[in-house]
């Protein structure tokens, strides 16, 4: 596959693989998590705490993939577009612009000969579970 170069693309292709009901939930509750574990770490004075922050963030996201959703993070690929997606798609699915179901009534975003999102060769086939 070739690499994404937009981050617009990036995240379309994230979604799609995000679109497990299970693995959203698991990766919401994983970063709410981060969320509680930093503000403990910082107003608690507890330090120790900031050692399970990518422990608690990257293990329920990667439970999620693995179990549910069945494919390899895109974080081993694209880190710092994977750990900005993941938190825009909190906020999305926190405020309700997202839906936690992404394959209900709704398929995956697909291109059929698998090469990169937006690079102008491929027929986009399918949705992402999210109206833009």
Not at 76 to 84: A, D, E
């Amino acid at each position: 596959m070739e690499r994404i170069k937009r981050y617009k693309d990036f995240y379309q292709f994230y979604l799609a693989e995000h679109s497990d009901k299970t693995c959203r939930i698991l990766h919401f509750t994983g970063t709410f998590l981060v969320f509680v574990l930093v503000f403990l770490a910082v107003f608690s004075n507890r330090p120790v705490l900031w050692i399970l922050v990518p422990v608690v963030g990257y293990g329920f996201a990667w439970v999620g993939h693995y179990f549910f959703e069945k494919n390899k993070p895109a974080t081993f690929k694209y880190p710092l577009w994977s750990l900005v997606s993941d938190f825009k798609m909190f906020f999305e699915l926190l405020t309700g612009q997202l839906p936690f179901d992404g394959a209900k009534g709704r398929s995956k975003v697909g291109f059929k000969d698998g090469a990169g999102a937006g690079d102008g060769s491929n027929e986009e086939i399918k949705d992402t579970g999210i109206d833009r």
